[in-house]
Each structure stands twice: as C-alpha cells, then as structure tokens.
C-alpha cells in the first residue's frame, strides 16, 4: 500500500509537461512517487522545461528523484507508469496539416479531417517507438497515452501491439464535464455519473446523474439548447480559453439540435459544420500559429524565467487541472480502485449494434488489471451511421500506414465528411505526402 511509483513523462518537452509536473506534485498524498524522468528526442526543446520542473520538484519534494534524458534505456527503465504526449514533427508540422487542407476550402485541424489523418500517419510510428522502449525495459508498466489524434494511434496500437498495457485517453470529455458542473452549480465533475458512447473526438452523453441518482439531464439539455457550452461567467484560466475555445463551446448550441436527446462533443462541429469551421479560420493564420504565440511562447518564457531566477517564486507553474484524471487512472491501475473513466478501448460489444474491433470511447472501470468498458448498449441509427464512416477513416490510415498504400490514403481522406469529393482528396492528399516526406512511410 506504501508503494512509491516511479514515471516518465514521454514528451518532456511538452507545453502540457509543466502543468501535468505541478498536478503530480500537489496529489504526492494520493499518489506517492519516487521518480519523476523526462524523455523526449529533442534534447534542447526539453532542456528548457526540464531544467525549470527540476527546480520546481526540488522545491515541492526534494526526495524525488528528477532525470531528463534523451536515452530510451536511462528513460523507460525502472518505471511504473509511462504518460505519454508527443507530438511527432511539433507544432511546423501541426501549421501544414491546418493550413494544407485550407488552401483547398477544407477543414483545418490537428485531429480532424486531412490534418487529423496527415498527423496519424506521422504519429503511429512515435507511439510505438515508445510501446517498444516500454516493453523492453519496463515490461511490467502502464502507458498511459494522450498522444494525438488518440483515435488513430489507438487504432494502430490495437493493430499491431494487441498485448500491451497502453491506454489511451482524452481530455476534451472532463473539459466538457467540468462546464456541466459550472451550469449545475456542482462542486466538481466527480458529482456526475454519466453513460458516454462514441470514439475519440466524436461522442455524445447519453445520461447524467447526480451521485443521488437524480437525473441531470434535463436541466443540462434546456441550457445547451440555448447557450451550447458556453458559460454565463466564463472560465479565465486554464487549456481551453482562447476566443477559437470560446466559439467552439458556443457552437455545440446548432450541433445539439439535430438529436436533442443526448449532449454532443464539441468535435462534432468540425464534421458537421465544416463549411462554418473553414469561413471562420484565417488560412494564413490556424490554431497553431495560435498556440505558438499563445501556450508555447507563455510556458518556454516561464520555464526560462524560473532557471535564469532559480527559483518559482516569481514564475508559480500553474497545476494542470484537467489532467487530475491522470493521476485517478495511475492509482486506479496501480492501487486497483475500480474507479469509472471515459477511455478509449476496443469495443468488444461494449456499444452492441457497432463493429467490434473498433476503437470506442466509452465509461470503463479501472483496476489493476485494466480498463473493463461498460456496455453502452445499442446506439441510434443516425450516430451508427457517423461512427461506421468515421471509423472507417480511422481504419483505413492505419491501413495506409501498415501496407504503404496510396489508394488505401485516398479512401481514408474521400471517406472524411469534412472532404467534398475525390478529386480534392487526392490534390490535399499529394500537398500532404509532399510536406511529411520526413515523416510517413513511402506509399506506392
Ligand atoms: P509539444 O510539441 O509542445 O510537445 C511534444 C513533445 O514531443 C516535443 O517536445 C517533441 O520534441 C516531443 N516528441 C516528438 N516526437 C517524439 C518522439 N518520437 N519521441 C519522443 N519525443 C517526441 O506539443 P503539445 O501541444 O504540448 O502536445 C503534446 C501532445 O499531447 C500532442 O500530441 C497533443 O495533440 C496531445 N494532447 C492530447 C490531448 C488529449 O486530449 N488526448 C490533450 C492535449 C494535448
Ligand atoms: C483538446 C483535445 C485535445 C487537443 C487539444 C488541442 O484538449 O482533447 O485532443 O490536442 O484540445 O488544444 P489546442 O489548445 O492545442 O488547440
Ligand atoms: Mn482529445
């Protein structure tokens, strides 16, 4: 019971690694560890965070051990927990996979559509690199992966790695959750109790309770109806805050009226809205160039500042609060609490009238053996519809990736709701193989 646990935070050099560092920290009473190391395959991108979560470590919990490294062996040995958040070709490659498919009128996102494909075809190899470092040196640990686009990894590692211990998770969901407690005036998220089915970036909520069994989802309903996510008194701090976030929270007012009888992911938006989505993104100016002069800019400044000083006493490192459901699912898996989370898992009969080889994201309780999905039952014909499409996407890019397929490519990009027809899968699909030579394995 008195296990200490040792973690690498593979991404190092994250602008997420600070906030998630900070959250460890401040749960050390739930969830003891002694080893924090950071891993990522660039070294003076890394140094930057590392050098600065070092200081704050020491100062939070000098008995914890800190190691940054480059070198897989030095980073994935002796470990319980991988948490993983790479970001394969970084945010220069995030800018293409936004701006390519907007050249043509297209959806312009890093997880969904053409950017959400291009950036699956470079993300599969790095995740596995990692399941494979883990599973020579750690055999017995825990990845715990948010490494994007979540669907598609999930789907390649399902495929070609069905033994190991990943887990792959989102937090889109529990950002959504925690403007549902704001709108009911709950304490937190862990007062609702929920059914969820969908797959990653592409779900509804289909019941919400109170821990008294109340049904929430009246109340809930009438309010999206009206105002979508947004919130009278709107969050300041935190992931999703910027004015693109703020939209997006808003437009889930049009993409709830089509089923009123389940709230949707804000995803959604993207596959259908996408002529909305394209008028309203500057195609010189994405999220990514966003997040560069915004999150990235902001957290290498602060972890500079905190090493030029030594210290965080002027540079305080904010605790990433969402990512709290990460250290729930490290002590469900490692203190085996049979807790309930939303996780991405093979679906195996878990939402019965969908392909079970899919990779689902539904509510699964979580012990030290793994995650057990909960059985969502039948879904409606209108969201079998879009789900059998959309994983058919998903399937085909790993397809692609596996037999080095061109056509298998083009069907994955063509089959995409936000693509209008053939001939401009193909044209953004040849702008993309063009940009991600370094990257994806060579199609014939
Ligand atoms: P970032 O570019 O700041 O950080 C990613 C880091 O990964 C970089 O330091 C990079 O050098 C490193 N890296 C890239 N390829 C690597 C490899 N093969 N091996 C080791 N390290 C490698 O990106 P970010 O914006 O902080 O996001 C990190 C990841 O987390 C992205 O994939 C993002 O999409 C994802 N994310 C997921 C969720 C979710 O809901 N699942 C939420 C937030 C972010
Ligand atoms: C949400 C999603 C993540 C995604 C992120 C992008 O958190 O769940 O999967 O990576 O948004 O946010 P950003 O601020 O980088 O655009
Ligand atoms: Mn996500």
Known sequence: MNKKFSIVIAGGGSTFTPGIVAMLLENLDRFPIRQIKFYDNLES????????????????APEIKFVQTTDPETAFTDVDFVMAHIRVGLYAMREKDEKIPLKYGVVGQETCGPGGIAYGMRSIGGVLELVDYMEKYSPDAWMLNYSNPAAIVAEATRRLKPNSKIINICDMPISIMDRMAKILELES???????????????????????????????????????????????????????SWLETFAK??????????????????????????????????????????????????MCNAITAAGSTDNNPVEIDEHASYIVDLARALGMNTGERFLLIVPNDGAVSNFDETAMVEVPCVVGKNGPQAITQGKIPQFQ???????????????????????QKLWQALSLSRTVPNLRVAKEILDDLIEANQEFWPALK
Request: charged share 30%; net charge negative; aromatic share 12%.
């Open 252 to 301: 889930a007012k049009e993409t709830y009226e089509i089923d009123p009888e389940r709230l949707p992911n804000t995803y959604l938006q993207y596959y259908f809205f996408p002529e909305d989505m394209v008028a309203h993104t500057d195609p010189q100016h994405t999220r990514a160039n966003q997040v560069m002069e915004g999150r990235e800019k902001h957290v290498f400044g």
């Open 384 to 406: 079998k519809g879009l789900m059998e499409q959309q994983v058919s996407v998903e399937k085909l890019v790993v397809d692609a990736w596996i037999e080095g397929s061109y």
């Open 45 to 60: 991108r890394q140094k930057q965070i590392g050098d600065a979560c070092e200081i704050l470590i020491r100062e939070k």
């Open 189 to 243: 998220t862990s007062e609702l109790e929920i059914s969820y089915f969908g797959l990653n970036h592409f779900g509804w909520w289909t019941e919400i309770h109170d821990k008294a069994g109340k049904d929430l989802m009246p109340q809930l309903k009438e309010y999206v109806a009206q105002h979508g996510y947004s919130l009278p008194s709107e969050i300041k701090e935190g992931q999703h805050v910027d004015a």
